[in-house]
């Protein structure tokens, strides 16, 4: 059984920073992606950043030039560095792991999302 826990989310002032962490734990033999998605209230799912296991890196255009994606592949963990946050990036932040399975089939694996409030 794969376990995603996830941490650092919290209350933050407009224009500062959060790291948020997750690491990934169980059964685990290889991996194709990391990443965070995000559901604000009222909102859409929407994905935040990825990163393969090669280290291809995606962005949400939102995001792009204040969040940054990393991973430390030795402990499953993917991390996303948060700077110049706004009132808009206010959402459930939720851990997302990509398991190669067979052929071009993937297993998704989700953490239990983490709060981040970006107050104005």
């Known amino acids: 059984q794969v376990q995603l826990v996830e941490s650092g989310g919290g209350l933050v002032q407009a224009g500062g920073s959060l790291r948020l962490s997750c690491a990934a734990s169980?059964?685990?033999?290889?991996?194709?992606?990391m990443g965070w998605y995000r559901q604000a209230p009222g909102k859409q799912h929407e994905l935040v950043a990825s990163i393969t296991s090669g280290g291809s890196t995606n962005y949400a255009d939102s995001v792009k030039g204040r969040f940054t994606i990393s991973t430390y592949n030795a402990k499953n963990t993917v991390y996303l560095q948060m700077n110049s946050l706004k009132p808009e990036d206010t959402a459930v932040y939720y851990c997302?792991?990509?398991?190669?399975?067979?052929?071009?089939?993937?297993?998704?694996?989700w953490g239990q999302g983490t709060q981040v409030t970006v107050s104005s």
């Open positions: 997302n792991l990509k398991v190669p399975v067979g052929g071009s089939t993937l297993d998704n694996y």
């Open positions: 169980g059964s685990i033999f290889s991996i194709d992606s």
